[in-house]
């Protein structure tokens, strides 16, 4: 039997000192030395087979996004990537961009966050913790009315507001998030149309996959 043989070498090995009267073996498996652990080991009174016990080993499955904040909430895999759909984010390689309209997350010409940009942001935060070591960077944006140090401001407070609703009511971690107000300079539509100011009203989020 092996587990006979081989707890006929370990003891041979271990008891080396008692036989060091006996003669020199080839090897664990050398027929003299089986005989040679067997009889050791009905001097010892110790005959006792290896006992192998079974252990279940419990594989827990990977969860996407563990909330840095320490609160327990996860978001899975899919749920990730229904709020990406919902909010419209584009992917890269190495990052998540999301962009949200000012008209739904703020009054006209306010910073302070609508109750009913709750669902928009609590889709932004998903998406965040499905990228738990990565950094996040949130930008303000405005149209072109107002002058130009108004504007920056504004697109600065509302850039802050965002991030303190992502760290208060999400459990986001505050260190992972950076902000900055562009005020009026990067456009992405034509300022002299009402369509065109309301596209360029936005809050621009870049979600790193890593650090």
Sequence with gaps: ???DRLAGALLVLACAPALAAEPPYAGPWDPATEAAAEAAVV????VRALE??????KIVGLAVGISSGGSGIVATVQEVHQAMQALGATESALEVKVELPADVLFDFDKADVRPDAAQALGRLATVIRGYPTGRVAIEGHTDAK???AYNQKLSERRAESVKSWLVEREKIAADRITTRGAGKSRPVADNSTEAGRQKNRRVEVVIQKSR
């Design 146 to 148: 107002g002058n130009d």
């Design 52 to 57: 192998i016990r079974p252990q279940v080993l």
């Design 43 to 46: 001097r010892m009174g110790a």
């Design 1 to 3: 039997m092996f587990r």
